[in-house]
Every structure is written in C-alpha cells, then in structure tokens.
C-alpha cells in the first residue's frame, strides 16, 4: 500500500527490542557521544579485560538509525578483541562513505542493514554515532 | 466567501510545481517562489544593473530607482509612514541583530531589563541575550503555558518598570500561534519599553499593519514571502531609528568622513552598509505585487482552510499528538507534532519515502521545546499554493507511521 522506507525488519527489531540498551555498573569504559546536527546523544559503556571486549551497553535518547546502530555494533563487538573491533570498525565506516566491497559487507552481518545510509548524507551521523564514540574509546582510553 | 478551487490555478505560477512531484509542506523553512518574482531579478541583471548607490549616470540612476519603488511596496505592504522607516538587510536574522546591537547601545544601561519571549526563534532570542551581555542587562523570559498562549497575567508579571525591550515573534514558528500583540505594546507602552515583533512566520500569512499593531520595530525575510533568499527587512519608528547608532558601519551609509570625524548618512542609508541584494530587493517588490494580486485576506482563509484539514486529519490519528492550541484555528498553517515511540527523524524519513516534504528537529527554537516538556518534534507548515490532495497524501501517510516502525497497533 505504501512506498518502501529503508527502514528494513533487522533496523526495526533492533531499534524496538534492543538487547544492549541498558546501563553496566562498573563499567570501566564510559563515554558520552553527541550528533552535533540534533543534539541526539548516547553513552557507551564496555568492559575490557585482557584486551577483549567482555561486555558492552549503551544507553540515550535517539532516532532508529543511531539506537540499532548502536546495538547492532555491540552484537558485533562483544567477545572481540580490542583490534578487531577496530577493524569492523573501520568497515562500518567505509560502508556508509559508499566504498566497501560486498565481500566486506558481507563481513558486517547485521550492520549491513544501514548500507543504504551512504546515499542518505542526512543520516551519516545518526549512523556513525555509536562507531564514532567506539573508537575513541579504543583508540584514546585505552592506554 | 472565497472560491478555494481557484487556488489551484495560482500553482501553475510556480515553475518548481512543474517539476517536482513531492508535497511541499516546509514553507515555513522557506516559500517557493512564482514566474514573475524569478523573472524579476533576472530582468534587475539583465536590464539595470549597476550599483544602485545613486550614481551619477542613467543606468546606476535606474538601479536606485528600481531598488526605491521596492522599497514603497514593502512600505504599503506593511503601512508603514515613510520609506525611511524600511531598512533592507540580507534577511530577517540580520534584521533582528541590526535592532538589537544598535537600540540596546543606544538606549540601554546595566541594569536594565530585556523581555524576550520563550517561544522565539533562536534568531530573535540570541541577539537580545548577546546584547545584553555587552550592556549588563537582564533578560527575562515572557513564558507561555502549554498551548503556547501568552496570558494576559503573565505579561503583566513579566513586563515592568525596569523593561526596555520586548522581543516576541507574532507567530510561533513551531506552534503556529499568534501573539497577543494588542497586550504586549499596550503593557510595554506604559511601562516606557519598545516592542520589537519578529514577523518572520506572520508577514507572509496575514495582514500586516504597523501603524495599527503600534509595534516599535518588525523584522521579516523576503524568502518566506514569494521573494529571493538574500534579502531581509527591518522597519522600525523613523523618530526611534533616528536617534541610533548604526550597526555596521562602511560604504553607502554616510554622508562625510575625514581623518577623524564621520557623519552618517539619513534613515535609510545609515542602516544599510555596503552594496545592497538589489536583484533581491526587486524581486521582493515584485511578490508583494503578487501578493496584492491574490489579496493576503483572500490568502489567509485559503491557508486557514488547509490548516483545518490537515489539523482534523492530525487529530483523528492515535498516537500522534498536536503541538500547542487544541483549536485549530490558532494554528495559521504551521502543525507541529510528535508521533509516540516513533523519532521526529525517523518521521521525517518515512514522509519523504511516500514524497512529501516536512521538517524534524528542534526548529531553531531549543528553549521553547524544553518548555514544553518536548525534546524534538516534525512540523508540517503550509502556502496557500498547497493542495488539499497533498494534505490528505500527507494525513494517510503519517497514520501508517507507527505500523512501518514495527508497533502493533492497529
Ligand atoms: C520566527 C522566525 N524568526 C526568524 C527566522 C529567521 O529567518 P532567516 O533565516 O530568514 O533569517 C525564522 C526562520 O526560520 C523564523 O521562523
């Protein structure tokens, strides 16, 4: 009856029932990222121990493009290390700037639900909000 | 009683409507813009242009004269006294900066009071806070309750003795509710402040008269009536206007300067540094002679009927719920609303799926959604072009919003 909206059943579930919106106490990660374009805002929280990623969570307020996102991206990282996670990392982000190959779409599972985000220059942020705030904390609170 | 079909044929004036197939229900942002306001700036290049700074040959003589027969339309359009009382500024933000810095130097002491409205657009609301700032002066937020209404005991609260200024928008850009202005000046009067009334949202829509509004100063832009983007005004009382310091200061709004002295230049001119939009200003003229054509009274009811519709589709949807007045003739063409469970983004996206057009966000206007308890919201804002085919397009699209986003209800 209606058009077709990118928002596809893997977004849907994950922005509705997300398993990792939750807080952790004790987390040893905390960060706080903000969209700058809408204020929307999120707080990543991960436990790292021996270098893997034991736990992660994420709690805030935003639209369903950065909240499944952002659990999509845990599902991803828990149980990797902290490299690894920085690899899928740099994946996600090649594919929303339109320039992964589909072998390497292939390898982000359920994150590939968001590849249409790289025609969607309005949404890049929402997209990457969560992955952004990741990597600083693997690249810049772990020491 | 207005034919409303007639309408549709004005559409045919807008040559976006050839091409583009979505609803465009985002006049608020900015208006689309007829043949002949196009045309115009156009024929400014091609047959006039030169500086319109009063030159001393035919072609620059024309080009000040095309400006100034813009400047009497705007005039009439307003009712304005005198021409001299009509600055032209790159649009309505400016405007409001111009007002601000220049009658808050002028005029006001540390300890002085600015009352600004908490339902303003960032653009009215930053400049009288950073005015204020420079002189030590207080602001004070003029609050609205819950339909975005001002009562007539909260402006008598708010505005006392100690206010200098009044800063409020006539329509809400979110709400879409006009202020009471009659009270605001009437109250601002006696306790000695000026009114500054940002028209931004209500210029385009109503009859405007500042003789009869009594207001001190108005501030508009011409994209959101018809014109070009680049071209804004600000009218302020010529004896007000008169005794302040220019803004911006350079070419064109003086009349001698020496190593050490400078005088500037008569109303206008003192307030217009540098070389004018003046493709623009023409083109502003030339939708005012539009709006005249289609008769503004004429255009409100058209608008006002349009809003009906779409405020009862709005309405009978569950699950979505309406910003500001439950009446729907507060609304002057402006819907702001929250779809539960569902983020204004999201809403935006899935209207754009089906083609139409709408705004989500905050609107410029931060403060007034934390007053309302509202941490973002979609608005769809409407031109007498609109149809009501693209309000019902519109109203059958939003009531499968929460379905497509995977909630149950039926
Ligand atoms: C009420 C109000 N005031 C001021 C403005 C600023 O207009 P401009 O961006 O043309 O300066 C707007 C525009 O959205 C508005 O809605």
Redesign the pocket.
């Known amino acids: 009856m209606y058009n077709k909206s990118f928002y596809n059943e893997i977004l849907i579930d994950h922005n509705m029932n997300p398993i990792h919106k939750h807080d952790i106490e004790n987390a040893v990660c905390k960060l706080d990222g903000v969209n700058p374009s809408c204020g929307d805002s999120l707080t990543l929280m991960l436990n790292i121990e021996d270098n893997i990623i034991k736990n992660g969570s994420f709690t805030g307020v935003g639209c369903a493009v950065s909240q499944a996102s952002a659990d999509i991206m845990l599902d991803l990282i828990i149980g990797k290390t902290v490299d690894e996670a920085k690899e899928i990392t740099e994946l996600f982000m090649k594919m929303i700037q339109g320039t992964a190959t589909e072998e390497e779409i292939e390898q982000l599972e359920e994150a590939g639900a968001l590849r249409d985000i790289s025609h969607m220059p309005a949404r890049v942020k929402c997209a990457v909000l969560s992955w952004r705030t990741l990597s600083e904390v693997l690249t810049k609170q772990l020491k | 009683m207005t034919n409303n079909n007639s309408f549709d044929a004005h559409r045919e004036d807008f040559p976006i409507f050839s091409d583009l197939k979505d609803a465009y229900l985002d006049n ?2 900015t208006s689309h813009k007829p043949y002949s306001v196009i045309e115009a700036e156009q024929t400014f290049y091609e047959r006039y242009n030169s500086n319109p700074l009063r030159g001393f040959y035919p072609l620059s003589l024309e080009a000040t004269n095309q400006v100034e027969l813009a400047r009497d339309k705007v005039r009439g359009f307003i009712n304005a006294k005198s021409t001299k009382e009509i600055i032209f500024t790159k ?4 405007s ?1 900066n111009t007002a601000a810095f220049s009658f808050c130097t002028g005029n006001l002491k540390r300890g002085d009071k600015i009352v600004v409205a908490v339902t ?2 960032h ?2 609301m930053l400049p009288w806070r950073s005015a204020a700032k420079l002189i030590g002066a207080d602001i004070e937020y003029l609050k609205c309750n819950n339909e975005g209404e001002f009562t007539a005991e909260e402006i008598n609260r708010c505005i006392d003795e100690r206010t200098k200024v009044v800063a409020v ?1 006539i ?3 979110v709400t879409g509710r006009t202020a009471p202005i009659d009270l605001i000046v009437q109250r601002a009067h006696q306790a000695g402040a000026v009114v500054f009334a ?1 028209g ?2 209500s210029v385009p829509h109503m009859k405007t008269d500042v003789q009869a509004l009594d207001v001190d100063f108005l501030a508009f ?1 011409g ?2 009536m018809l014109a070009a983007m680049g071209v ?1 005004v600000l009218y302020g009382k010529e004896e007000i206007l008169d005794k302040m310091p220019p803004f911006l200061t350079g070419g064109e709004m003086i009349d001698s300067v020496t190593l050490d002295e400078v005088t500037y230049a008569q109303l206008p001119s003192k307030f217009e540094a540098g070389t004018l939009n003046a493709a623009g200003i023409v083109s502003l003229g030339t939708a005012i002679d539009y709006y005249n054509s289609l008769d503004i009274e004429k255009i409100r009811q058209r608008e006002l009927l349009l809003t009906k519709r779409a405020f009862e589709g709005l309405s009978a949807i569950p699950n979505v719920h309406i910003i500001g007045s439950s009446d729907h003739t507060d609304h002057a063409g402006i819907l702001s609303f929250t779809v539960d469970g569902v983020h204004p983004h999201d809403v935006s996206e899935i209207l754009s799926s089906d083609g139409i057009c709408i705004r989500a966000g905050h609107h ?1 206007a931060q403060p007034l959604l934390a007053h309302l308890g509202v941490y973002a919201c979609s608005r769809a804002s409407l031109m007498f072009y609109n149809t009501e085919n693209e309000i019902d397009k519109f109203i059958s699209s939003v009531s499968t919003i929460r379905q497509r986003m995977g909630y149950k209800d039926v």
């Open positions: 608020a942002a649009n309505a933000t400016e409001i303003e657009h653009s009215n928008g329509v809400s850009n940002d931004a949202q832009s994209h959101k804004g410029c």
